[in-house]
């Protein structure tokens, strides 16, 4: 059965058992709105649950050749007010990423160009990833915005390249190129350019739809299991605060959409 779900920022489309979900805001090198999450929440839970497409895979990926996804739409951080909308924009992406990681089918990000903060974060979630040679990966939040990532999300991070290569790109906001990402093990295989990619995802996702579902499944979760046994027990809500409250975080802000360099003040 194929059937398509189309929204204007984010589409979805099933075909032979295989789910495609495209991040569609290639004018913003698809960066993230909040209802975005929300929809790929949704469309992962609802696989999760009922599953009445027979999907056996999914594929997310990025419209066009620049980005996978630049991480969330800035803008939208004007509206912050209290420390409370800190912590709920952080529950929630901890909400979307788990909704992800507890989604019994394999995930396939089929990567383009920059795939950053948010987008890294959604990447670093699915089963596998794999990427064009342009493609850059990091979250550079200590140049731009001078906020953090929640510690569900330093867990991942960790689990995939280990602490003292989380600490190098977030500390130096560096992007690591294609070549490193393969090197660390974060991306599985590069290719020549977006067409490419999706050829590849697309012959990976009907490989692995013609492989015992069950051992799959068995394979994921357990995985998943150990992964939590990564993610500390203490409290990130004072680190989160600390940073979204700040003067810093309200600069950074101003200077990424204003286009100019932040002055940070630490406070």
């Keep these: ?65 620049k980005a996978f996804a630049a991480g ?8 912050f007010k209290t420390a409370q909308d800190a912590l709920d924009y952080e529950a929630r992406g901890d909400k979307v990423q788990t909704t992800i990681e507890r989604c019994p089918i394999p995930i396939i990000a089929a ?19 794999i990427s064009t040679a342009d493609a850059r990966f990091g979250f550079p939040i200590s140049r731009t915005l001078g906020n953090c990532l929640s510690m569900a999300n330093y867990a991942r991070l960790y ?22 990402a393969l090197a660390s093990g974060l991306v599985s295989e590069v290719l020549p350019d977006a067409a490419a990619v999706h050829a590849r995802a697309e ?32 409290d990130d809500k004072d680190l989160i605060v600390m940073c979204y409250t700040s003067e810093d975080f309200r600069e950074g802000m101003e200077a990424f959409l204003n286009k100019r360099k932040p002055v940070w003040r630490g406070v």
């Design 72 to 79: 969330t739409d800035i803008s939208q951080f004007r509206a």
């Design 111 to 129: 990567i383009a160009g920059a795939c950053t903060g948010g987008g890294f974060g959604i990447a670093a979630c699915c089963d596998m990833r």
């Design 159 to 180: 689990a995939l390249l280990g602490p003292a290569k989380v600490k190098d790109i977030v500390f130096t906001a560096r992007l690591m190129n294609a070549d490193e």
């Design 1 to 65: 059965m194929d059937t398509q779900a189309t929204t204007e920022d984010l589409l979805y489309e099933v075909r032979d058992g295989i789910g495609y979900i495209t991040f569609n805001r290639p004018q913003t090198r698809n960066a993230m709105t909040f209802a975005m999450y929300a929809r790929l929440a949704e469309i992962c839970d609802e696989v999760s649950k009922t599953n009445a497409d027979g999907v056996k895979v999914l594929i997310i990926t990025g419209a066009g050749e």
């Design 203 to 234: 012959e990976l996702a009907r490989t692995i739809a013609g492989h015992a579902p069950l051992t799959i499944r068995a394979t994921k979760e357990a995985l998943r299991r150990i992964g939590q046994n990564l993610r500390p027990d203490e």
